[in-house]
């Protein structure tokens, strides 16, 4: 019989020459495991007697510092109190139950040399020939490395989340340095550092760990050949790896910087954007002089890619703020140029306005103003604006010399041209007096005909740029026509609005068992006819004719043809037989009319309407090319009328199909432009057919006032400050309750 102690142990597993084998079981799983980079151990009785151990066991737990066996694993492996383990394993071998745990945590090493470790393991009884149990055999696989890259993976997602979310810059570079950091399993210092707009220095970006006086001493590096780690890695476009700073050259004007900071390796990776331009650097600094393993380095580029998406987003955060800031700043321009127009046509007076131009100037523009004008070939000061009393009365004062060489005033007058300086003007003037640093003398032209001058005066350091030169120069030509234009402006309003009124009803007539109400509100300023019109007159035999419409364009050709469309529906409609007829008169007239007078489309609703006593109204209508009618009840929603006909003035023949109905008492039909339908809120939303109907079922209507009210007030309240750009138009029958 062979002795057990002949035996030659598997390899890469460790026992005492005379130590038996407790079985063939046991000597497999010494064979299969002695190479394994799985976690074997083999331990005896109540004290865990470390028997045997594949090698994968003893670099785990601390190298070959622990590489022993006949020692309790308590004895060697003292850290194990208190964590739990020892007590698993005296309930396995207490009770001959199995266990097995996942990912489980444990603390490895004392002292310097203690680490976080992380292991799938398995404890299993050891039995003897008679089932009892000699022991606790530990099989498992370190996570460590798969523990780590989960979090840096779950820590590089909430990066990813925060870059989507926009978190600021810094924050997402301090969480991305702080979170390799921490999970690194050696220690590593991270470095951020940015790339200024020429690519030609790096700026710090984010460093936590890295002492203040350093990071503060490599804040606005050049990039370039040999400035240490980072500075070269930029201008390479190139990782650069330095294992040892002590004795590398790159580091040889940053070597005393880094032994006070206790840096001894740096290696760092470009941050670069997608068309290849320089972002910035991340860098990874150690203590001690190290070489990159491939998962460092991978890990450096996930992370300046992750960096290099940060920045990319940011600067195009920035791009977009700037363009908003250009875009809000020319939004601002232009309302001050509009409600300069609106001050400065206020007034027909040519004084006024001109006094309007002086205080819109300052202090917008600067703080002291002036305008002067030529009468009778003299100048007169007609207006100035300061920021006191006194100095409003020392510049009012002063008045120009119509021809003197050396005053700038003059000098403008004669050419016509802006003239700016950063000086005193030349010239006699209360310059000392007021601080006067510089000035923008601007000249006011009617049809090229220089008749006056804007100067602003600056004080202090401020100075005049090509923006404010801009926005004084077309002050100056807005206010040099204003009092012309507000003069015919005046006039041309009065005169629209003289001519629409003649082109619509001039009063609503008073009907048997019916009520009317009509509703106009021209576009903008009145300054055009509109081209929305509406008309109610009798037929005889109580009869009654009624239209709405609209004519394609605004002005004087709309006007043209709105008198042509009433007047001859009402020279035909006594004549003709129905609705349908007069229609057809009418889009001959139109076809017929000279192109002089307009060749625009219309779009009616024309009918007749004959009172039933005690039932309502008898109403036969036809549509072209025109909003739906609205049928108006108690008892249902309003609802469109089905009437189908094509524009008039396109085509001699129309397809008309008159609708009759009925309205019974409280009735009311409804007639309306799509200008009340398409106007828009501050969005560019329409108000819609589906507002409008929701506006006629909230409340009961008994009058066609209210239907009126009804419309417009909810209008108003969509468009709010938008309005309308088209004239809005109304008109409601309502057939009157019975008795």
């Known amino acids: 019989m062979t002795h057990v102690s002949e035996q030659q142990p598997a390899p890469g597993l460790s026992r005492d020459v005379d130590e038996p ?31 045997a151990a594949n090698p994968a066991f003893f670099t785990a737990i601390g190298g070959e510092t622990r590489a022993r066996t006949r020692v309790p694993l308590g ?23 199995r266990h097995v745990g996942r990912s489980a945590r444990v603390v490895l090493g004392t002292g310097p040399d203690t680490r976080e470790a992380f292991f799938d393991f ?99 590096i050049a990039t370039g050949e040999g400035v240490g780690s980072c500075g070269t890695a930029a201008h390479r476009r190139a990782p650069v790896i330095v294992t040892d ?77 700037a363009a908003e800031a250009k875009e809000k700043a020319a939004r601002a321009d232009l309302a001050f140029l509009l409600e300069a127009s609106t001050l400065l046509t206020a007034d027909l007076d040519h004084t006024q306005t001109l006094q309007r131009l002086a205080a819109l100037c300052a202090p917008r523009l600067a703080p002291l103003c002036a305008v002067d004008v030529v009468e009778a070939g003299r100048v007169r000061r007609v207006a100035t604006a300061a920021p006191t009393a006194d100095e409003d009365r020392l510049l009012a004062s002063h008045i120009p010399v119509y021809d003197a060489g050396d005053d700038a005033v003059a000098r403008v007058l004669a050419s016509g041209l802006s003239e700016v300086a ?48 801009a926005l004084a120069e077309e002050l100056a030509r807005r206010a040099a026509s204003a009092a012309l234009n507000a003069r015919q402006y005046t006039q041309r309003v009065a005169l629209a609005r003289d001519l629409q009124a003649g082109l619509l009803l001039p009063e609503v007539p008073a009907l048997r068992d019916a009520q009317i109400a009509t509703y106009y509100h021209p576009a903008g300023e009145g300054l055009e006819i509109g081209g929305d019109f509406y008309d109610v007159f009798p037929l005889g035999d109580d009869k009654w004719a009624f239209m709405l419409g609209d004519v394609c364009g605004r002005g004087a050709t709309a006007a043209t043809t709105t008198a042509l469309v009433r007047h001859t529906a009402r020279a035909v409609a ?7 007829a007069v229609v057809q008169a009418i889009n001959k007239a139109l076809l017929d009319r000279p192109h002089s007078h307009g060749t625009g489309f219309v779009t009616l609703v024309y009918g007749h309407l004959t009172p039933v006593p005690r039932s309502g109204l008898d109403i036969t209508l036809v549509r072209a090319g025109h909003t739906f ?73 008994t009058s066609p006032e209210t239907v009126i009210d009804a419309v417009t007030r909810a209008v108003r309240a969509f468009s709010g400050s938008a309005g309308g750009d088209d004239d809005q138009a109304a008109l409601v029958l309502t057939a009157t309750p019975a008795g």
């Open 245 to 321: 700073i002590s004795t590398d050259p790159f580091w040889d004007d940053f070597r005393d910087l880094a032994d006070r900071a206790g840096l001894a390796a740096c290696w760092s990776t470009p941050i670069l954007a997608r068309d290849g331009s320089l972002l910035g650097t991340f860098a990874m600094y150690h203590r001690t002089p190290r070489a990159p393993q491939e998962a460092d380095l991978a890990l450096a580029r996930v992370f300046a890619e992750t960096a290099a998406l940060a920045v990319e987003r940011h600067q195009a955060e920035e791009a977009r703020r």
């Open 122 to 220: 398995t404890y299993e009884p050891r039995l003897d020939a008679g089932g009892n149990v000699i022991g606790v055999r530990v099989i498992g696989v370190e996570t460590t490395q798969l523990m780590h890259a989960q979090r840096l993976a779950a820590e590089h997602r909430v990066l990813l989340e925060q870059i989507a979310r926009q978190a600021p810059l810094e924050q997402v570079l301090e969480g991305m340095a702080r979170a390799i950091e921490d999970l690194a399993p050696e220690e590593v210092l991270v470095s951020v550092l940015l790339a200024d707009a020429d690519g030609r220095h790096l700026r710090h970006g984010a460093a936590p760990s890295l002492p203040d006086f350093y990071n503060q001493a490599i804040d606005g």
């Open 629 to 701: 009618p609205l049928h108006i009840t108690s008892t249902h929603p309003p609802h469109p009328v089905p009437c189908e006909g094509p524009l008039l003035g396109i085509t001699p023949h129309l397809p008309l199909v008159p609708h009759r109905l009925r309205l019974r008492p409280t009735e009311s039909l409804l007639l309306y432009t799509d200008g009340l339908t398409e106007a828009r809120n501050d969005h560019g939303e329409q108000f819609g057919e589906d507002r409008l109907t929701q506006a006629l079922v909230a409340q009961h209507h």
């Open 422 to 469: 950063r000086r005193t003007p030349t010239g006699p003037g209360p310059w000392h007096d007021l601080g006067v640093t510089g000035y923008l003398c601007v000249p006011l032209l009617d049809r090229g005909r220089t008749f006056g001058a804007l100067t602003l005066l600056t004080t202090g350091e401020n100075s005049f740029d090509g923006h404010t030169v």
């Open 574 to 580: 006594p004549l003709l037989p129905g609705p349908e």
């Open 75 to 97: 004895q060697l492996m003292p850290e194990l109190a208190g964590q739990g383990f020892l007590a698993l394993l005296d309930r396995v071998y207490r009770t001959g139950e």
């Open 21 to 51: 084998y407790p079985g063939d079981a046991e000597r497999d799983l010494r064979v299969l495991f002695g190479q394994s980079t799985a976690v074997f151990a083999s331990l005896a009785g109540p004290a865990h007697m470390v028997e």
